[in-house]
C-alpha cells in the first residue's frame, strides 16, 4: 500500500520538476535579453558594469582624513566635561 503512495508521489514531483524546468527556461531567456540590451551580464551594486578601484595612495589619504576627523571628536568630547 505504501509502495502505491509513494509511486504516486514521485510521479507529482517528477511533473513539478518539469514544470519548473519548463519555467527556469523562460527566466534564463528573459535574462539573456535584458542582458543583451543592457550590454552586460555583470551589473555592480553602483550600477555600473565595472568595480571602481582606489589606488593605496587614495586609500591611505582617506584613512588619515578619517583618523582627523576621530581624533576632532574625541578632542571635543574631552573637552565637554
Known sequence: ???IELGGTLKVLKIER???HGELAKLDKAINVLEKL???????SNGHGHKRTLS??????????????WAK?????????
Open 18 to 20: 518539469a514544470k519548473m
Open 56 to 69: 593605496v595612495a587614495a586609500r591611505n589619504k582617506i584613512a588619515k582624513a578619517q583618523k582627523l576627523r
Open 73 to 81: 571628536v574625541r578632542r571635543a568630547r574631552a573637552a565637554k566635561p
Open 38 to 44: 543592457f550590454g552586460t551580464s555583470a551589473v555592480t
Open 1 to 3: 500500500m505504501a509502495s
